[in-house]
């Protein structure tokens, strides 16, 4: 038997530019396969692809409406990457409060 792929994780799904550019487009509404491609200047496979990968990590929820497929954002698996992301905002700010002090303390 063959190794089973493992599924992305939010954090290799937001690695994509194109992919981020997805995830703002469906804050707020859903959009289906069509819709988004119209979007983008790659084939409606690559952004079908695109758009399997933000489905596996969970970012993006998909139902049937007739014969399209619509999809949604889900949020919640981006608290993982804000949770990451505000351990080196503090680490900038700290770093950036120690510059402005030894900058003031120079000019004393």
Do not use: C
């Not at 491609?37 to 139902?63: C, D, N, Q, W, Y």
């Not at 080196?88 to 700010?93: A, G, I, M, R, T």
């Amino acid at each position: 038997m063959g190794a089973e792929k493992a599924k992305p994780d939010v954090f290799q799904a937001v690695a994509d530019p194109t992919r981020r550019s997805m995830l703002k487009m469906l804050g707020g509404k859903e959009m289906s396969i069509a819709s988004i491609s119209s979007h983008f200047p790659i084939s409606r496979t690559a952004v079908a692809k695109h758009l399997r990968i933000l489905s596996e990590a969970g970012l993006v929820s998909e139902r049937k409406s007739g014969r399209e497929t619509l999809f949604t954002l889900q949020p919640e698996p981006l608290t993982e990457l804000q949770k990451w992301l505000q351990f080196f905002e503090l680490y900038w700010e700290n770093k950036v409060s120690a510059l402005k002090r030894f900058v003031e303390e120079e000019n004393d």
